[in-house]
């Protein structure tokens, strides 16, 4: 049978892993890399799909450590299918979904539906997360070793963290048994019932706040659990300058210790609350503007390993309350990467730094074949302008929620094609 061959020609080529950054061509052949370079092709080939790409950026495609795709249990939100197809629209080629569905993710039937669902939708690569303890309870373990042969990617129970110290404990044991992360939200249980961030404004507005000292007291425990087993521990949605600084200090004792945040953490701070503003209402809660700075610096110096979409999609009824009563979350897909390249633009860290926070570092927390722009690798390829300017607007977003605090907001860079196994899933108007 003859081979599909295709051909991006005249692009920006980035690779994080190896600090490729130069002009040049691309060759794909049945949905893999097998050349590239400044000197692939002497004139346009014959015989091969190509595509002009004008100089524009083409990276790998994206890999979001952090989504909630709703399905099963809650599909007027959001399902695999309409996640993923904003997944594309957002340059993302392969995400990790959250098991905390209706039924939860806690067995071997879930991650296998999870599976047969992506493989129908056949568009990006969607993996899953599987329940740490059964039914996210917090007591039971579940069959990681089991889970993981079936497909499971990591496991953490969502958005609730893991309060029992005795059950993170074994879990991290195991976890190191098996070659799997846990990831833990860490909010201390008790300290997190509130609605925004503790300090001025909750008190002027009458909410109930959240310490970020919630955040700092679960890490500093659970980095005592990881120095005591050994087990690959992945801090998700760091929030504080204080939990920056104990995962600096773990990392600098030599723990297996990583960790991610979402681009609100770093670009935006408790004022976006405003006036009861629910869009802005996330888990953790958005911080103060020391903290906002202190996680952007960490981003910037690689202490905060990976930066994922933290995608939460809840329709008008579940965000049209009463501040304390509406659900906390944003949608994130379709504007992680323009949101995570105000950095670039405004020089705190480098495009490649940026892409390995966004593409190979999240691959190697998942242990996924995807992040590089190499010969061998998967064609999963996201193709951006790194200058144009725009404005976001959440009611064009693919998503099939809108709850975006992002509405009009400025933003320079836009994907205009996204590829998956050498495969076009999305190309821009």
Request: aromatic letters at 4%.
């Amino acid at each position: 049978m003859p081979k599909h061959r295709s051909a991006y020609l005249n692009a920006r080529l980035l690779d994080p892993e190896s600090g490729l950054d130069v002009v040049g061509d691309v060759l794909v052949e049945d949905g893999v890399i097998v050349d590239l370079g400044p000197r692939v092709f002497d004139g346009v080939p014959e015989g091969i799909e190509t595509t002009d790409c004008g100089g524009d950026c083409l990276a790998p495609g994206l890999v979001d450590l952090r989504v909630q795709l709703r399905e099963p249990g809650e599909e007027h939100k959001e399902t695999i299918e309409t996640g993923s197809a904003a997944a594309a629209a957002g340059g993302v080629t392969s995400l990790a979904a959250l098991p905390n569905t209706e039924p939860v993710v806690d067995d071997v039937a879930g991650v296998e539906y999870v599976a047969r669902r992506a493989r129908e939708t056949k568009l990006v690569k969607v993996y899953t997360y599987a329940a740490l303890t059964r039914g996210l309870e917090g007591k039971e373990l579940t069959e990681l070793g089991l889970l993981k042969e079936f497909g499971a990617v990591g496991f953490t129970d969502g958005l609730k963290p893991v309060a029992d110290a005795m059950v993170l404990r074994r879990a991290l044991a195991y976890g190191k048994t098996f070659g799997v992360t846990i990831v833990q939200h860490a909010q201390e249980p008790a300290l997190s019932r509130g609605a925004m961030n503790a300090g001025e404004l909750a008190t002027r507005l009458g909410l109930p706040g959240i310490p970020p000292l919630a955040e700092v007291m679960m890490i500093e425990r659970d980095l005592r659990l990881v120095e005591m087993t050994g087990g690959r521990y992945h801090a998700a949605q760091v929030s504080t300058a204080a939990a920056v600084e104990a995962i600096a200090a773990a990392k600098a004792r030599g723990l297996p210790v990583t960790c991610d945040t979402a681009p609100h953490y770093f670009t935006l701070n408790e004022n976006a609350v405003g006036d009861y503003r629910t869009f802005a209402k996330v888990v953790p809660p958005l911080r103060s503007e020391d903290d906002r700075r202190a996680v952007a610096k960490a981003v910037a110096s690689g202490v905060i390993d990976a930066v994922a979409s933290d995608h939460s999609p809840h329709d008008q009824d579940s965000k049209r309350l009463p501040f304390e009563a509406a659900d906390a979350g944003i949608v994130g897909l379709e504007s992680l990467l323009p949101l995570s390249l105000e950095l670039v633009h405004k020089g705190e860290l480098s495009l490649l730094d940026l892409l390995r926070r966004l593409c190979l570092a999240p691959a190697e927390i998942l242990g996924l074949k995807a992040g590089r722009l190499a010969v061998g690798a998967p064609a999963d390829l996201v193709l951006f302008d790194l200058e144009l300017a725009g404005r976001l607007d959440p009611d064009s977003f693919r998503s099939k929620s809108k709850n975006s605090p992002f509405e009009n907001h400025p933003v320079q860079g836009r994907v205009l094609r996204t590829v998956v196994d050498g495969r076009t899933i999305f190309q821009a108007d």
